[in-house]
């Protein structure tokens, strides 16, 4: 079984350019997670959707940042206008809710985004 | 204070050790607790879950302690393949975004 797969695998772009990250979740999964690690910083949420709906977006860091997930499939992260500050290494992550048993999330090896 | 405070080593001990990671937590309404592992431009790997009752797989053991607001792994018998940046995750329920650490750097030497 595939797992969770992101692309690009890096990205250099510089100020103000616009940049999108797309995550493939592990099929049928229904939870995805964006998270993001800045250099020196612990790994930290951006955002959730279960299927399509996003569940829990407290982690996005401004209106800089949209996500979408169209169908409950893929999902996409746009940066638009990037910053320095946006650089960093940004990280998919999904899972299958089960009644009973422990949630898993399973993470892609994510984008690592460099901002110029 | 940090949600998840962690010894960020790196902890350099020889094949055969056997080491131990502490980490404590702030937040007590803190449900699901799990050890992740994650190896140099890598992902995040589940390594373990913590039980309230300890548990133990191979040579990897995990500990809560709720009361203290801490957990524990501890690696008996060293390996080489054992070098990673080990990540102590927290969760408030099942489908809630995970709450990670900073990471303990391990480096096991021949």
């Known amino acids: 079984e595939a797992g969770v797969t992101q692309f690009p695998s890096h990205s250099v772009i510089e100020k103000g350019q616009t940049v999108t990250l797309r995550c493939d979740p592990i099929?049928?999964?229904?939870?995805l997670y964006w998270y993001r690690r800045v250099m020196g910083k612990e790994i930290k949420f951006l955002l959730h959707?279960?299927?399509?709906?996003?569940?829990?977006e407290s982690g996005m860091p401004n209106n800089r940042f949209l996500a979408e997930r169209t169908g409950g499939t893929y999902s996409t992260l746009k940066v638009q206008p990037a910053e320095l500050e946006d650089s960093g290494v940004y990280f998919c992550?999904?899972?299958?809710?089960?009644?009973?048993?422990?949630?898993?999330?399973?993470f892609g090896p994510g984008t690592r985004l460099l901002v110029l | 204070r940090k949600e998840v405070e962690q010894d960020p080593g790196p902890f350099n001990v020889p094949e055969g050790a056997t080491v131990a990671f502490n980490c404590t937590y702030s937040?007590?309404?803190?449900?699901?607790f799990f050890w992740y592992r994650q190896d140099c431009r890598k992902e995040p790997k589940l390594l373990m879950s913590?039980?309230?009752s300890g548990n133990e797989d191979g040579r990897f053991t995990a500990q809560l302690n709720r009361a203290s607001q801490y957990i524990s792994l501890l690696i008996r018998d060293s390996k080489l393949s054992d070098s990673a940046t080990y990540l102590c995750?927290?969760?408030?329920?099942?489908?809630?975004?995970?709450?990670f650490g900073k990471g303990t750097r391990l480096s096991v030497i021949a």
């Open positions: 995750v927290f969760s408030f329920s099942g489908n809630t975004p995970l709450v």
């Open positions: 992550a999904s899972s299958q809710p089960l009644a009973g048993v422990r949630e898993t999330q399973y």
């Open positions: 959707f279960v299927k399509e709906s996003k569940q829990d």
């Open positions: 937040n007590s309404a803190s449900q699901s």
């Open positions: 913590v039980y309230s």
């Open positions: 099929s049928g999964h229904d939870n």
